[in-house]
């Protein structure tokens, strides 16, 4: 756009503003103050231009000048918040502060489940009584204030089964996949997947990725491993051949919203784990642990839980591979694999 | 059961069945003989079936039987054991693109309290269009995902470039697109053979192409005057503003190939390409053009009609019956 | 059960008259039973098509009944011709404009002084009625704002001014040396006021001034015509507008004819008394319409005669050289708008005060077209919508070429293209022949483009000097300005001039 177009758009505004004034005053026929560079001045100037270093992008990497800058800065920075440390000790010391991301960060253990940590992490509240599952009825405690209220001993004791399935199955070597597609929960199914070594979905259930694996799952990576996790590239070419990968444990911590996974789950033969509450229909996953689902927090220690007991298994997965010992049946690729072993008691 | 009571039946087919263990194990010692594939060798079953026999102190021969070998973890290890996915995010059916989202914001968990700079002064890289993103990873990934995973990107990139962690660094060059063209300028332009200068310039639906070569200030527009061209005298002012500006109207001839849209678009289509095709020639006139407003692409179009409305926004009148 | 008719009714029934029946088509557009709505849709006024007529869906049906009439003009229209005269009235001064001191007037040494190129030079005042008469001045011109009519003496205007010096000055190459040009050049460049400084300079050398300010007026059927007689009835002969060209010359040239008398013999006029002037002569026609083109011959007659009839040699004195100068060419290069006896467009050129000024560019006549010397100044026009004519283009970009010194076998000669429709009648009128006479050349051809520079400074000075402009003229501004108007096209010039004074 040509400045000068303001004039007739917004002339009045421009008249009272005196910068413009080089602009309007070409309208009216009077001199107009006109920038008079030459060509020459034009050559001067590039010429006579100081070098200034500016810290560009490409500079930053092997240019002395800017690493004396950058080092400056980080200098300048650190000392900065050295200050801010420092100064934070004085005044008043706020204590047994809420973190909220301890509870995803560092999770209880399996043994450490008691009451009053399922209590205070809102695991007992379920829905309105008009909500209710008639299937859960088994689960509930009672009512108060219009909602049904979990009994917390059925919530340790089937949190502490589902944390014994969990451990069995990372310790045979299972693929233990945690999904919860809830807003918020993406942090603690990524930090249970983690811990178990085990496998996220955060976002979206694509339908089909059990029954129709091989069309939606047939380009994602996949390795041959050996009992310590490391990788065998020598037998990647064996793996075309071979269909998509399914899950052999599923931890569900959505289900009201998962019916499409349980419903593959089912026909795969997948056992699920899945939060249940108290409008959620229980026979609908194989493992259920009645609790609320609708609480991050709720949702968090539960997941968490969970991971640690993974993490369990996949320790002891890993000390019997120390010792040599497959605790479970390996996969079998071809001719190189001679006999199974028959040891393997109840792999999964 | 006659078998089972009688002590010397009992002693022989211990004796008898010794010497078969002794062989069983015999092969294994054997270093003549590798049998690197045969798995039973590598498994401690044979040491337990050996806890589980009877055996007779004076039936063994000291110096016949040896210990066990070592178990052999090489080939435990190079054993396949399982075949997992390489990505924790396997079953999300993008795994890749889910593995560069949870990077990027574990790093920006990890640096969030770095001091940052306006997003005008962060350093200038050109992003992967989606469709390269595409390509690069191999994956179909949702454009509404790869734009929620470029604004962490944006966010990282805002951190103050003097304290930007190396990795951080790394990160955001995944996300550049291959060749980086914004990070490195573009070969400045020459005037060609003949001291001609090119520039082209587009307006409204417009499109210029001007020729500017040094001479008395005569202008041809498709090979006819500026007058015949543009009856409005403010048309042709607004063509050759970018001389007028920088006092060059008499220095330089012009001559302009300019079609489509109508005047006005035509007019501001030949200042743009004129002033692009003067910086050509004089470099250093670059900040007087830019404060008049000469090389300012004026990316402006014709709102499109839609629907149910008489033109772009006017909605027919609203009659209640 | 009793019939409730009764037969005397019956037999008393009238036939029911017509009109008040049904028509036939809208009975039979509905069902043959159930008819009486049909038959009241039928009746209603206005139902053009019956009951069918729903309001469409978001169709502001009521929405025309908001639309505010017009509000009738009251006022009268002014009286008939009132608008017309206001149209083409001619402003020659504007009194608020300055008086530029130390102008010059344009007369016989400034219009050779080559020290004056690009300076503003006055007409001299007596002669502005001459210039008004032969119409020399055009409404869109520009002289309403200034003080007193100028023109700028251009380079064009040297030339020519040197060759009118040379045609009737007192130096060794005085002869009766002819000019035929044809000036053409965009809209604006100033080709009627390039013609309007010949007439001034004619005026000046005392020449005998004939024009035609607008060709397009003889041909655009709006004056009466005839055939020109029994033996030519594919000719024609426009009497007023001869007339009208002979009270023009009359007036602007009464200086000139009333010196000169009749030394021909007339035998068409019985009116010619052997004494009289040729102004008395010429007001013959302008008296008679009828007889114009006779008169006008005549006139034509004496004034290229070189020497007297016989036994009139008393009256004979040298006769002066003639300018003639046609605007607006283009439109003589096709057909006129007047029909002949069979409805057919007749073509221009066989009008017959046309085919006479065509005949005189024509080099290569049997005769000198100009006996006693003098100029054709035949410009073309771009301001009254003229016809695009294939042929005169051609003729154009011939001379051109010509110009150029591109010979006829020259490849990059322009040739008529091979399917072009073109009028031979054009191409055989303007061809150029090698000239016959020495002292005429050939047919010239002149572009008139912008004026350079320094006629452009020079002119804005008397922008600037008349209190129009405000500004201290510079080069660089001038240059500018030059540039705006197209590369100095005068009237785009005059135009950004007179833009920046209501701006200011």
């Not at chain 2, 692009?276 to 499109?304: C, F, S, W, Y």
């Not at chain 3, 002969?237 to 000169?260: G, M, P």
């Amino acid at each position: 756009m040509i400045v000068r177009q303001l004039y007739s758009r917004q002339g009045r505004q421009l008249l009272s503003v005196n910068r413009q004034a080089s602009i309007l005053r070409r309208f009216q026929s009077t001199e107009t103050q006109t920038p008079t560079t030459t060509v020459e001045t034009a050559v001067k100037v590039e010429t006579e231009e100081p070098v200034i270093p500016v810290p560009t992008e490409s500079a930053l990497d092997n240019s002395t000048s800017s690493d004396s800058i950058r080092l400056a800065a980080t200098e300048a920075f650190s000392r900065q918040r050295q200050n801010v440390k420092n100064f934070k000790k004085l005044g008043s010391v706020v204590r047994n502060k809420y973190w909220p991301d301890a509870l995803i960060e560092n999770p209880p253990l399996p043994s450490q489940i008691t009451l009053e940590l399922l209590l205070a992490n809102q695991t007992h509240l379920g829905h309105s009584t008009s909500r209710w599952n008639p299937s859960n009825s088994q689960y509930i405690f009672g009512i108060r204030d219009g909602i049904h209220i979990i009994s917390l001993e059925l919530t340790a004791a089937y949190l502490r089964r589902a944390a014994k399935v969990v451990e069995e199955v990372a310790a045979l070597g299972g693929l233990i996949l945690f999904v919860g597609t809830r807003q918020g929960q993406k942090h603690a199914v990524v930090r249970a997947a983690e811990l178990t070594g085990g496998y996220h979905v955060f976002d979206r259930w694509i339908p089909g990725s059990l029954t129709n694996g091989n069309e939606i799952l047939g380009s994602c990576d996949r390795k041959v491993v050996n009992a310590f996790d490391e990788e065998l590239p020598e037998w990647a070419e064996r793996l075309e051949s071979r269909g998509s990968l399914k899950p052999d444990l599923v931890v569900c911590l959505n289900p009201l919203e998962s019916t499409v996974l349980l419903h593959e789950c089912g026909l795969n033969n997948v056992p699920t784990i899945g939060i249940i509450d108290t409008d959620a229909d229980s026979t609908k996953v194989t493992y259920p642990i009645p609790a609320n689902d609708d609480s991050l927090r709720s949702v968090s220690l539960i997941a968490g839980v969970l991971g640690r007991a993974g993490e369990a298994g996949q320790r002891r997965r890993f000390e019997s591979a120390k010792r040599g010992v497959l605790g479970y049946r390996s996969v079998s690729l071809g001719k190189k694999d001679v006999a199974e072993r028959p040891e393997s008691e109840d792999a999964a | 059961m006659a078998w089972s009571s009688s002590n010397c039946v009992v002693h022989a087919m211990q004796s008898i069945r010794s010497p078969t263990v002794l062989r069983a194990l015999l092969p294994q010692q054997s270093a003549a003989r590798p049998n690197i594939l045969r798995k039973v060798s590598l498994l401690p079953t044979p040491l337990q079936q050996r806890t589980n026999v009877r055996n007779y102190a004076t039936e063994l021969q000291p110096g016949e039987v040896q210990a066990a070998a070592e178990i052999d973890f090489e080939q435990f290890k190079a054993r396949p054991a399982r075949i997992v996915p390489v990505s924790p995010s396997y079953f999300s059916g993008i795994p890749k693109f889910y593995d560069h989202l949870l990077q990027i914001e574990r790093l920006l968990a990890q640096h969030t309290t770095l001091p940052t700079v306006p997003p005008s002064e962060a350093p200038r890289r050109a992003w992967m269009k989606i469709a390269q993103f595409r390509e690069h990873l191999g994956e179909e990934v949702p454009t509404k995902k790869y734009m929620g995973l470029l604004k962490v990107v944006y966010r990282l990139n805002c951190i103050d470039p003097k304290l930007l962690p190396a990795e951080v660094d790394a990160a955001l060059q995944e996300f550049v697109r291959p060749g980086n063209p914004l990070g490195e300028k573009p070969k400045p332009r020459e005037l060609d053979g003949m001291g001609r200068a090119r520039g082209k310039g587009k307006r409204k639906e417009s499109h210029a192409v001007v020729y500017l070569v040094e001479g008395e200030g005569e202008v041809l527009v498709n090979g006819k005057t500026l007058n015949e061209v543009f009856p409005r005298v403010h048309d042709r002012e607004s063509a050759t503003w970018a001389l007028r500006c920088s006092a060059r109207l008499d220095k330089y001839n012009v001559f302009a190939r300019v079609k489509g849209g109508g005047t006005t678009g035509q007019a501001e289509a030949i200042t743009l390409a004129l002033a692009r095709a003067l910086m050509i020639h004089e470099p250093g006139l670059k900040p007087i053009l830019r404060k008049a407003g000469v090389i300012t692409v004026d990316p402006r179009r014709v709102e499109r009609k839609k629907p149910g409305h008489m033109k772009a926004r006017k909605m027919p009148t609203w009659v209640k019956r | 059960m009793v019939s409730p008719f009764c037969w005397g009714c019956l037999t008393r029934l009238r036939p029911t008259p017509r009109t008040l029946l049904p028509s036939p088509s809208s009975v039979s557009r509905g069902p043959a039973f159930h008819t009486s709505a049909v038959f009241h849709a039928g009746l209603r006024p206005g139902s053009g098509r019956g009951a069918t007529a729903v309001s469409k869906f978001r169709q502001p049906s009521n929405a025309s009944m908001k639309k505010r009439k017009k509000p009738v003009e009251k006022s009268r229209p002014p009286p008939v011709g009132e608008r017309k005269a206001i149209r083409k009235r001619i402003v020659l001064s504007n009194p608020n404009a300055l008086e530029v001191e130390g102008l010059q007037e344009l007369s016989e040494e400034t219009m050779v002084d080559s020290r004056l190129h690009g300076t503003a030079l006055a007409l001299p005042v007596p002669m502005l009625d001459q210039l008004r008469a032969v119409q020399a001045f055009k409404p869109n011109q520009g002289w309403s704002i200034f003080r007193r009519p100028c023109t700028i003496l251009r380079q064009e205007t040297l030339q020519l001014g040197r060759f009118f010096d040379k045609v009737s000055g007192d130096g060794e190459h005085k002869g009766p040396f002819v000019k035929k040009k044809i000036i053409s050049g965009p809209s604006k460049s100033g080709k009627s006021v390039l013609l309007l400084q010949a007439m001034a300079m004619g005026f000046i050398k005392k020449w005998v001034v004939f024009t035609i300010p607008e060709a397009q007026e003889l041909v655009s059927a709006t004056s009466s015509y005839a055939p020109l007689s029994e033996e030519q009835p594919h000719l024609y002969v426009q009497n007023e507008a001869t007339a009208a060209l002979l009270s023009r010359t009359v007036v602007a040239n009464k200086a000139v004819l009333s010196k000169l008398r009749v030394s021909q013999d007339h035998p068409a006029l019985s009116a010619v008394t052997p004494g009289m002037t040729l102004e008395g002569l010429a007001n013959l026609g302008v008296q008679d319409p009828a007889s114009a083109w006779t008169v006008f011959q005549a006139l034509w007659g004496e004034l290229t005669a070189t020497a007297a009839a016989p036994g009139l040699e008393k009256n004979f004195t040298p006769r002066p050289p003639i300018l003639v100068t046609v605007d607006g060419l283009g439109h003589w290069m096709t057909e006129s708008k007047y029909r002949d006896a069979e409805f057919k467009l007749v073509h221009s050129h066989d009008l017959v005060l046309v085919r006479h000024f065509l005949r005189l560019l024509k080099p290569g006549g049997d005769q000198p077209a100009l006996p006693n010397g003098g100029a054709l100044l035949y410009a073309t026009s771009t301001t009254m919508n003229p016809p695009s004519v294939y042929a005169f283009d051609l003729i154009l970009k011939r001379a051109a070429a010509r110009a150029a010194g591109f010979k006829f076998n020259d490849p990059r000669f322009p040739r008529a293209e091979a399917y072009s429709n073109i009028d031979p009648r054009v191409l055989e009128a303007l061809t150029s022949q090698k000239s016959k006479h020495a002292q005429e050349k050939k047919l010239g051809h002149q572009v008139l483009g912008g004026v350079t520079h320094d006629e452009a400074r020079g002119f804005m000075e008397y922008f600037a000097r008349s209190g129009l402009l405000q500004e201290t003229i510079s080069d660089e501004w001038v240059s500018e300005k030059w540039t705006l108007a197209g590369g100095g096209v005068i009237g785009e010039l005059e135009r950004i001039g007179r833009r920046l004074r209501v701006a200011a």
